[in-house]
């Protein structure tokens, strides 16, 4: 079970930060990661890391967002600065207990286990 939270409304510009605890399953050997979703729109990759080192990013938030996690709490983490209003989605936290490719990170079929998802609104 993956618990999300720490979305919120922030003005464009601002920070968050999320997370996603898991729970009955250890992921700290696999990939977790978070994925997005705009009503109307598919759910879009966001950030990913794996095991041992390794991370992917979707352009639309490299330099801007900063995936980490704490293998130890089985939690993974997404800062969130300079947000913009295109933003605002429901945030999902997926995680397998593989250790995928990098270069695959952004795959959401590869994920089977999935949180219930936090809202991050960005007022302009």
């Known amino acids: 079970q993956l618990q999300a939270s720490g979305g919120g409304l922030v003005q464009a510009g601002g920070s968050l930060r999320l997370s996603c605890a898991a729970s009955?399953?250890?992921?700290?050997?696999?990939?977790m990661a978070w994925f997005r979703q705009v009503v109307g729109n598919e759910r879009e990759f966001v950030a990913a890391t794996r095991s041992g080192g390794g991370t992917r990013y979707s352009t639309s938030v490299l330099g801007r967002f900063t995936i980490s996690r704490d293998s130890a709490k089985n939690t993974v983490y997404l800062q969130m600065n300079y947000l913009k209003p295109e933003d605002t989605g429901v945030y999902y936290c997926?995680?397998?207990?593989?250790?995928?490719?990098?270069?695959?990170?952004?795959?959401?079929?590869?994920?089977?286990?999935w949180g219930q998802g936090t809202l991050v609104t960005v007022s302009s």
């Open positions: 009955g399953r250890s992921f700290s050997s696999g990939s």
């Open positions: 997926a995680a397998s207990d593989r250790r995928w490719n990098t270069g695959s990170l952004d795959q959401d079929s590869l994920y089977d286990a």
